[in-house]
């Protein structure tokens, strides 16, 4: 249908270009530009996650795979939409990487962050040290591909990531008082030291050890070792 009326409006332009020529013979170029429209529908999410670890084991990039129910399900991830200025791309961004981890207990007991977190239709690849996610749709530039608790950063340019930009992405809350749907009063270590601030403005540095702790007891600082990562 387009094309026909292209087409028609070419023909009457021709005319009224001849009939004001009378019989002057000319050439006359038309160039007419058509604005062309993506549109996209991202479906929901087709992938359930695994079940979680009841111990612990070397992951698929030899971080130890996080142990305890799952904090918050991965698919709860925002569906493509632009969040804090991040966008969701099919392919991963790398000219800028940088990775940090998280762990998170509520009530002394350790909750994992599942892989898939910051990917839309997320979907599991078997390896022998556990399950790897890859996008089915988009990556956005943080996100989780093992239940390592590792938050990825790959980005088209450098600049400062939140742990709060994770969370904003995965849907879930994050406050003095609360992490996803835990509540209470949250404790907060960096690399083993304290931390008094909003846990949402912790910014995602290279190799930042992130626990943050709900309620009580507050576990004493796990740390990871990045010996032998990919990271």
Known sequence: ????????????FAGAAVSACGSTTSTTTVTVTVPVTFTASIPA???????????TYPGPDV???EVGPFLAPATTTALGRRVNGIQCDYLRQLAYRTYAHLQVYVNGQ?????????????????????????AGACYYWLHTRAADGV?????????????????AIWNQALSRTRVASASGPVSVLINGHPYHGNPAAI????HEQIQLAVGSPVPGFQPIDWTGTPF
């Open 63 to 65: 971080v130890p795979v």
């Open 1 to 12: 249908m387009r094309r026909a009326i292209l087409a028609a409006a070419l023909a009457l």
């Open 110 to 134: 350790p909750r994992a962050i599942p892989g898939g977190v910051g990917m839309v239709d997320a979907y599991p690849g078997r390896t022998g040290y556990g399950p790897i996610f890859t």
């Open 203 to 206: 910014p995602l540095r290279e």
């Open 45 to 55: 999410p087709a992938t359930t996650v695994p079940e979680p670890a009841s111990s």
């Open 151 to 167: 938050i990825q950063v790959e980005s088209p340019t450098a600049r400062t990531f939140t742990l709060g930009d994770f969370f």
